[in-house]
């Protein structure tokens, strides 16, 4: 088989075909140098030129402010788990943790191994279906850091707008969600994602990281495991994953060929609502999330039973319909659109759902 299907995958995801077309026609050889990205020194010329690419794709389309630095890490998100509160919550202190989903619980329990954190809301009643209003959080206005899971890749679940925070930093775990639509940089201190849903392959992590952070890290820090190291060395201090890197660098082209992150917010939101129109049309398919807070990345949707829900993802994966089984924690469906997930794929899910219907409603 050489045709591609629709990959409805959580990830790692479906990539844009311009950029594994580059990949691959750069596979032997990049422009004038003889040798792939895997074969070259990660001190050379040639790859100086891709991470500088990758950074400058990263701070145009984000539009990062300078005080910020821009971090290609390794060990994916859930390291930064566990950095974030060995570099930021200090002895004696606590950080605040939002919990909407998953990802959010696990991110919290890293933190609880390096100190106190608290959960300003947690919102498991109803399985994760919403983020807080600003009334329900009950920050601690001393608090080191409020983390938030920008969206909640398992229980689709994104946040609208960001919480008020006062004067704390705000850190987020945006790996489902970054690029898919414009963001204020400059309200968060600190901003990581896992490559492998909308920016290229798993492996590269990355991190943007407001300047003044730097300085409330604590001495002693084991070194690869201290942002400083990664700030100084900009993110060469040991090898990093120049394939990772190198494909981040052509997804950001890539991007930027689209219209940018504004020309992505757009298409996304078409495609997430085709799907979300289906699902309210009538009583078949029951959306997980509250409206107010569905995600633009995963859409997440139940049927009357489980029995139900394996035919429906059986029949999908027949019609080269991909990955839409929901994750063990929430079953269901899960349809998962990241910026490279085509609008003709959307166009065929739709149909499929209401061929679905119309045979077992
Ligand atoms: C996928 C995901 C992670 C885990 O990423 P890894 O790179 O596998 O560690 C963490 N947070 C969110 C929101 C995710 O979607």
Do not use: C, K, T, V
């Given at each position: 088989m050489t045709e591609r299907i629709f990959n409805f995958s959580a990830g790692p995801a479906v990539l844009p075909v311009p950029v594994l077309e580059q990949a691959r026609d750069e596979m032997l050889s990049l422009p004038n140098v003889g040798m792939s990205v895997m074969e070259?020194?990660?001190?050379?010329k040639t790859f100086d030129e891709i991470i500088h690419g990758a950074e400058t794709g990263v701070r145009e389309l984000l539009g990062v402010p300078e005080n910020y630095r821009v971090l290609f890490l390794q060990g994916g998100a859930s390291l930064q788990f566990s950095m974030i509160p060995m570099n930021f919550l200090p002895e004696g202190g606590s950080a605040d943790y939002v919990i909407t989903g998953s990802w959010g619980k696990k991110a919290i329990k890293e933190a609880k191994k390096q100190g106190n954190a608290n959960k300003p809301a947690d919102m498991a009643d109803g399985g994760y279906t919403r983020t807080p209003s600003q009334e329900e959080l009950k920050l601690?206005?001393?608090?080191?850091y409020v983390h938030i899971t920008t969206n909640e890749t398992i229980e689709g679940v994104e946040w609208k707008r960001e919480p008020e925070v006062g004067d704390v930093p705000l850190f987020a775990d945006s790996s489902s969600d970054i690029m898919s639509h414009p963001v204020a940089i400059e309200k968060y201190a600190l901003i990581y994602a896992g490559a492998q849903k909308n920016l290229g392959p798993s492996g590269v992590t990355l991190v943007i990281l407001r300047d003044d952070l730097l300085a409330k890290i604590p001495e002693g820090l084991h070194t690869m495991l201290d942002y400083r190291t990664h700030v100084q060395n900009n993110s060469l201090y040991n090898t990093p994953n120049t394939w990772g890197i190198y494909i981040l660098n052509l997804v950001c082209k890539w991007v930027k060929e689209q219209g940018g992150v504004e020309a992505m917010k757009s298409r996304n939101e078409t495609k997430a609502q085709m799907i979300y129109d289906a699902i309210d049309a009538t009583q078949f398919y029951r959306g997980h999330a509250d409206p107010d807070s569905r995600s633009i990345m995963n859409v997440t949707f139940r049927l009357a039973s489980e029995e139900l829900e394996k035919k429906f993802t059986q029949e999908a994966t027949a019609l080269g319909l991909d990955g839409l089984k929901g994750h063990r924690a929430v079953g269901g469906i899960r349809a998962s659109i990241y910026?490279?997930?085509?609008v003709e794929g959307v166009e065929a899910l739709v149909a499929f759902m209401k061929e679905f219907e119309k045979k077992n409603g």
């Open positions: 070259i020194s990660h001190r050379s601690d206005e001393r608090a080191a910026n490279a997930f085509p």
